[in-house]
């Protein structure tokens, strides 16, 4: 899982203009993504790069920016 591959999701999936998102760009505080788009994020994590987000995981901290994923996906393929 690249950085690439979360942008493709945002734009084609959720419809989101990702010409100005990079991974450092807040995309919860910001009102770029909602609750609804977040779990959308969730399920696509969970389904691509093979990880199980528990309901205790789903804090901004872990989903805040696109390089927060991507450690949270390193996270969790650690401790598999």
């Known amino acids: 899982?690249?950085?690439?591959?979360?942008l493709r999701f945002l734009r084609d999936d959720l419809s989101l203009d990702v010409s100005?998102?990079?991974s450092k760009t807040p995309l919860i505080?910001?009102?770029?993504?909602?609750?609804?788009?977040?779990?959308?994020i969730v399920m696509f994590l969970e389904e691509k790069a093979g990880v199980m987000a528990e309901?205790?995981?789903v804090?901004?901290?872990n989903f805040e920016t696109i390089e927060a994923m991507l450690r949270f996906i390193e996270r969790k393929l650690v401790e598999a």
């Open 1 to 6: 899982m690249q950085e690439d591959d979360i």
């Open 20 to 22: 100005s998102i990079n």
């Open 29 to 40: 505080s910001s009102g770029i993504v909602d609750s609804f788009s977040l779990i959308g």
């Open 55 to 57: 309901p205790e995981d």
């Open 59 to 61: 804090t901004i901290e």
